[in-house]
């Protein structure tokens, strides 16, 4: 548990909030409601085990944030409890609620142990595999999607890792959970599609001949089944840039060619190679006019040349 000021809102309430959850309790020592809630957050911030952090804030103390925050929610009363997700306020409650009822409340906020299990489970995968050991990184990850299913990361991570250690069949069972949403053309999803194309190129590769393909191309520039087919190998060989290229002069020659099956592949190589934005941040520096900034910014990850080079040239080859 932790005191909440003006000079620590930011770094232990928004900051802290993106790496973990934090429900702050709004109290006032007059408040006999206050008092008999306290005990019980308390309580079960130790039950929840570090499934999120608990804030307190005396509104007597700091009028400015307990006044910002009731205006926010629409409350005028204590004690006042804000769940913070991500460096923003997400939901509420008022009054000293049962317990049961607060369970009910967090539950809805916090992860449950084998989602916070799987969170961790991808963490160190990912310090594994920058170090080089990616049988270990395997394991781990394997280990979070099982407790976690719904985890999109780490699925995402795990197909991703076994392409690139060359387990194709392997790679194929742990996507087919998803493989209904990569391929849903209503409300698709960005980075299972982008494995789809991936997958299907890693299970073509072994029936392609690159020399033929070469020759095919070499005796036709509009031999496009040839140039996407070498376009899959190269990618199957993690050579990106080059499969790229090849998608890039059907692109250029007949933009809907299949279906815009060589867009929707130079997009989907893209999308692989650009790591996700990290986790919202807290807004740093003094609040702007002297209000009180509750929610904190949205942060993107840092630019990649390559990637910024290849999204100009399809640009300037559709438009």
Not at 48 to 68: C, V
Not at 295 to 312: C, E, F, H, K, N
Request: proline letters at 6%; glycine letters at 4%.
């Amino acid at each position: 548990m932790i005191d909440i000021t003006l000079q620590n809102f930011e770094q232990d309430l928004l900051q802290a909030s993106v790496q973990q959850p934090v429900l702050l309790d709004i109290w006032a020592p007059w408040c006999g409601p206050c008092k008999s809630l306290g005990p019980v957050l308390e309580k079960l911030e130790t039950a929840y085990a570090g499934r999120f952090q608990l804030a307190k804030l005396n509104s007597d103390e700091q009028p400015e944030i307990a006044s910002q925050l009731s205006q926010a929610f629409g409350v005028r009363s204590i004690p006042f409890c804000v769940m913070f997700v991500g460096g923003q306020p997400v939901d509420g409650f008022v009054g000293a609620i049962p317990e049961a009822q607060i369970r009910e409340f967090l539950d809805k906020h916090v992860p449950s142990p084998d989602e916070l299990a799987a969170e961790e489970d991808v963490a160190e995968a990912e310090a594994l595999l920058a170090e080089g050991d990616t049988a270990s990184a395997l394991d781990k990850l394997a280990a979070a999607v099982a407790a976690d299913p719904a985890n999109e990361q780490a699925r995402f991570d795990l197909v991703k890792a076994l392409l690139e250690a060359g387990q194709v069949a392997a790679a194929r069972s742990a996507f087919e959970p998803v493989a209904a949403r990569a391929a849903d053309t209503i409300t698709p999803h960005a980075r299972f599609a982008a494995l789809a194309i991936w997958l299907a190129a890693a299970e073509r590769a072994p029936s392609l001949d690159a020399g033929a393909l070469q020759a095919a191309i070499a005796a036709n520039k509009r031999d496009f089944e040839a140039r996407y087919a070498l376009a899959q190998l190269q990618l199957a060989a993690l050579r990106h840039t080059e499969a790229m290229d090849e998608l890039l002069e059907i692109i250029m020659r007949d933009k809907s060619w299949n279906q815009e099956a060589a867009r929707k592949a130079y997009v989907a190589i893209l999308e692989l190679l650009t790591k996700p934005a990290p986790k919202a941040a807290a807004a740093a520096g003094e609040p702007k006019g002297g209000a009180l900034q509750l929610a904190g910014q949205t942060t993107v990850a840092p630019s990649d040349p390559l990637i910024d080079q290849y999204r100009r040239k399809l640009s300037m080859a559709l438009f």
